[in-house]
């Protein structure tokens, strides 16, 4: 046996991680992760957990592009008012044939803490584990066509509010309404379940049941006893906050019937999210559907109830003072403890990662930097009190790699902001592809002007903006300034940063239109030419995926999340709109001329040698 990489591990300390030699075929024997018991001549005995890993994740085949889009954002005519599984489903398999796309990645589809209402950020999740149901497109469950006559009728009522819930998003200015789309999906749901499965939709349903085990039991447990009792546990009755208690196996039982329905819920999503990865492959993806991993769980959601001693009590993740916030960031999520993974084996790291990766062509994780450390900070202290805590590094990184393997899975990390000098050396050697974008890529270290498409690194995603980021044309066209100053986000005068914010895309646009590789040669036309022009340049890097922000193909000029807002801005819940704010459901998106001229250049420049334009 050898040493995983020859090296010590980043943070000097001693590592149990190793690899076998590789089979004659590629095969690595004794993949795994394994209990190592060790016992001493003098009686002294020690188990660690022993983590049998390939050295790298799994490659993407060849270069290629694909869409960066929020699900939710993304309303078809035929969505309640949100996007859902089925649209995910369309918007894979017309990428994916029409346009070559060998991609589509979205947003956490991670279970929401239900309330009133419903925190619409996908980042701070009840679960990471299990899905969402509000995605789920309630006509393609199988049972839905053979509801009863009078409940048909209930259901055409339901659909009838579903139209005015989406007509109100797309044409008459509405904003998407969670909690509203819940309320009709669930009805719907309810009655649909009246439906009895036949023999071999009931015999996939309990195979699920036995793969997903105690982990789904706990979690529908969670949202049985939410549905009773409100859904944070600290105000439950003091029994019912451990899931190990007499009291919560009594109420298993009285429950039963409900615990049942959210298990059937997890199943019917589980089973949609199969239909989008197959429609991916089958349009031809190389890559297919990229999941979204967040940072955390919600303190009172079900994944911190499940495992209360994974998670460190009275402390919370955020991030130290910098540059851009002088009191540090608290993001109120618990931080997993690094002696309980450590001490279980991993176990509940590999099982979220093993649930995620099921029907993923390709995981993106969130601050991939949490791999190495967290920022803590102590309940009722600023985040300027924190400290970082260290995860074992090696640990979450074989992890990570096995189990992206065992799926035949890309890994990507978020690797933006300040990191650690090593991380992206760590996470390269790993084969996990960083996260570059283009107005951040400039010679940090010679004359800071816009970074040469050539000298771009190549294990990465290049793309023009992200979630957290303003759109294309929001930053060429300045408008990006223009809100945060109408939302007082601003710390110096406005004339001041519109000036320098026009200083710096003046020196990218000089870049994307000088001749040569990368530049188009010419002087740019119109914001719809410079943001071709943008993407073009992404294309002439050596970046082994090139991400699309769906929203720039129409020209949406709004964020879907403004950093530093809560009410004062609708994080989370605008539509895909054009350059006029009109929300484009999916299909006027295909139908674009405007989309479809960005993506005709797209695939010129991603098909390979041998592929027949369509």
Not at 299 to 328: K, Q, T
Not at 378 to 386: I, L, T
Not at 594 to 606: E, G, I, K, P, S
Request: proline share 9%; net charge negative; with cysteine.
């Amino acid at each position: 046996m050898h040493r995983l990489d020859g090296r010590t591990p980043e943070d000097g300390t001693e590592s149990a991680l190793w690899r076998l030699p590789e089979g004659p075929s590629g095969a690595w024997p004794g993949l795994g992760v394994h209990r190592l018991d060790v016992r001493a001549p003098d009686g002294r005995e020690a188990t660690a957990a022993l983590i049998v890993a390939p050295p790298a994740t799994p490659r993407p085949a060849g270069r290629g592009y694909g869409f960066l889009v929020q699900l939710y954002s993304l309303l078809s005519a035929r969505s309640w008012g949100m996007g859902d599984l089925g649209d995910l489903r369309e918007l894979a398999d017309w990428a994916g044939r029409a346009h070559g796309a060998d991609f589509v990645q979205v947003n956490p589809l991670h279970a929401a803490v239900p309330g009133t209402p419903t925190d619409p950020s996908p980042y701070r999740p009840s679960s990471r584990r299990f899905p969402d149901p509000v995605h789920l497109r309630i006509e393609d469950i199988d049972e839905y066509a053979y509801a009863a006559p009078h409940h048909r009728a209930e259901l055409d009522a339901v659909l009838a509010d579903a139209a005015e819930l989406r007509e109100g998003v797309l044409r008459k200015g509405a904003l998407i309404d969670r909690d509203a789309v819940w309320a009709l999906k669930r009805r719907a749901l309810e009655l649909v379940r009246t439906v009895p499965l036949g023999p071999g939709r009931q015999a996939a349903y309990e195979d699920f049941l036995t793969r997903q085990g105690q982990p789904l039991a706990d979690h529908a447990t969670w949202c049985a006893l939410a549905e009773q009792y409100g859904s944070a546990p600290h105000t439950w009755p003091e029994a019912l906050r451990d899931p190990r208690s007499a009291a919560t196996a009594h109420a298993r039982v009285e429950l039963a019937d409900r615990i049942a329905f959210h298990s059937w819920l997890a199943w019917l999503t589980d089973q949609q999210l199969a239909a989008a990865a197959r429609a991916a492959r089958d349009a031809g993806m190389r890559v297919g559907i990229v999941h979204d991993l967040a940072v955390g769980v919600h303190p009172d959601g079900a994944d911190a109830w499940a495992r209360p001693d994974a998670y460190a009590a009275g402390m919370s993740v955020g991030a130290p003072p910098d540059a851009f916030n002088a009191r540090g960031q608290d993001w109120g999520l618990p931080p997993w403890r690094p002696d309980a993974l450590a001490a279980s084996g991993y176990a509940p790291y590999r099982g979220l990662l093993q649930g995620l990766l099921r029907h993923a062509g390709a995981l993106r994780i969130d601050h991939v930097m949490g791999l190495f450390r967290l920022w803590w900070v102590p309940a009722g202290h600023e985040p300027a009190d924190g400290s970082y805590v260290r995860h074992d590094a090696d640990a979450m990184l074989a992890v990570l790699v096995l189990e992206a393997h065992r799926a035949g899975a890309v890994v990507i990390g978020e690797d933006l902001g300040t990191v650690e000098p090593g991380v992206r050396e760590a996470l390269r050697r790993r084969g996990i592809l960083g996260t570059s974008v283009l107005w951040f890529e400039r010679d940090w270290a010679g004359d800071g002007l816009p970074l040469p498409p050539e000298r771009w690194r190549e294990d990465c995603v290049a793309t023009a903006t992200t979630h957290d980021l303003p759109s294309t044309a929001a930053r060429l066209t300045g408008d990006h300034v223009t809100l945060r100053h109408r939302l007082g986000l601003l710390t110096r005068p406005l004339d001041q940063e519109r000036a320098e914010d026009a200083a710096d895309t003046a020196q990218w646009l000089a870049r994307l239109a000088e001749p040569g590789p990368g530049g188009a040669g010419r002087p740019l036309d119109g914001e719809e030419a410079a943001i071709q022009a943008v993407y073009r340049y992404l294309l002439r890097t050596p970046a082994l995926l090139t991400g699309l922000w769906l929203p720039d193909a129409v020209g949406d000029r709004r964020p879907q999340n403004l950093p530093g807002t809560w009410d004062q801005y609708p994080n989370w819940r605008l539509p895909v709109a054009d350059a006029e704010g009109r929300p484009v459901t999916l299909e006027e998106l295909a139908a674009s001329p405007r989309a479809r001229a960005l993506l005709d250049t797209l695939r010129a420049r991603t098909a390979p040698p041998d592929a027949r334009p369509v």
